[in-house]
């Protein structure tokens, strides 16, 4: 928490200029395609990362499909999470975020750049009404990032169990899954320290529709969750070694 604090307060005058050139945006949405926005994003995660001395290690990327819209499915482990994954992944993407955590400031005007989705855990007409816009968006060539663990509670880099509902914004729109390991990407704000602090970000083979078809979703979560915490256990291992 003391490194985000630190953040913020050194970028505010990014900051402020951002949330205003965002709302500006959302105002003439038409003339910012959404490879112009993504790319403002992480300009804005990279000033971040500067300033609160972060580092992000990924690999992988020669995994992600080349053409059509995908979901990631990754670990949660805190704050910088969303931001280690964009930052990582060259193409334009966007996430599913708790209605709640979303209208926070700073958040709010980042889900509107990213036009991504806000679930509203406490209504579930409303999260069936958002599962079927983000199908739709998929089958058209959106690439989303789900956390189906749904939150975080001090777990670092042990896993939680994985929802096999967050599965259906992939298995409505039989869209490639894209598992993706994240480790220590907790400490950048979890942590009360500014010492530098490297994160991790893998992306794992795709899991096609053809391969997870006649799988219940249960199963699919199985699956990719094992993926995930068997990459997790190899890099820890490496790392031990």
């Not at 990327?61 to 805190?78: A, C, K, T």
């Not at 939680?160 to 390991?181: L, N, R, W």
């Amino acid at each position: 928490m003391l490194r985000l604090c630190y953040v913020v307060g050194i970028s505010l005058p990014f900051i402020l200029y951002y949330v205003g050139k965002a709302h500006f945006i959302e105002k003439h949405e038409g003339h910012f395609p959404e490879e112009r926005r993504y790319r403002m994003v992480r300009r804005c995660i990279r000033i971040a990362m500067r300033h609160g001395r972060i580092k992000t290690v990924s690999t992988g990327q020669e995994n992600l499909p080349r053409e059509g819209g995908y979901v990631m499915y990754s670990n949660h482990q805190g704050k910088f999470d969303t931001l280690g994954i964009m930052i990582s992944h060259p193409n334009p993407c966007t996430i599913v975020m708790d209605d709640t955590r979303s209208r926070l400031p700073i958040v709010d005007a980042f889900i509107e750049l990213v036009k991504g989705q806000r679930l509203d855990k406490t209504d579930m007409k409303s999260q069936v009404k958002t599962i079927l816009q983000i199908v739709e968006e998929v089958k058209k060539g959106r690439r989303y990032i789900v956390f189906p663990e749904g939150g975080y509670e001090h777990n670092k880099n042990d896993l939680q169990e994985f929802h096999p509902g967050a599965f259906q914004c992939a298995t409505k729109a039989s869209a490639p899954i894209v598992p993706v390991a994240i480790i220590d990407c907790y400490k950048p704000f979890g942590m009360n320290s500014l010492r530098k602090v490297t994160t991790q970000v893998h992306f794992l083979p795709p899991v096609y529709y053809e391969e997870y078809k006649d799988m219940t979703t249960a199963q699919i979560a199985e699956l990719v969750k094992g993926r995930i915490a068997g990459e997790i256990r190899a890099r820890l291992s490496r790392r031990a070694a």
